[in-house]
């Protein structure tokens, strides 16, 4: 259940992509994919490399997911804007 939260809250985080310019890699594929990946991946370290359980799941755990996908997004817009530069330069 765990794993569950912090999915929805890295597609939760993802919509508000909708207000920055689309220069991620991949697009808003590849924003969703960040966002979902990064969610993951840092609630997973968070939590001692263990997914809590249904019983071990609060709203806490969905909100470890923030950091995760807000790094998720800037980690492929920033790879965007590097790729555009080297196509543009």
Do not use: C, K
């Amino acid at each position: 259940m765990g794993m569950l939260a912090w999915v929805m809250m890295g597609l939760a985080i993802w919509h508000f992509t909708i207000f920055l310019p689309d220069r991620f890699w991949g697009g808003i594929v590849g924003a969703f994919l960040g966002a979902l990946f990064g969610a993951i991946i840092v609630a997973f370290v968070i939590n001692g490399f263990s997914v809590p359980g249904q019983h071990e799941t609060h709203l806490l755990t969905a909100l470890e997911g923030v950091p995760g996908a807000v790094l998720g997004i800037a980690a492929v817009y920033a790879e965007g804007v590097r790729r555009e530069r080297l196509v543009y330069a």
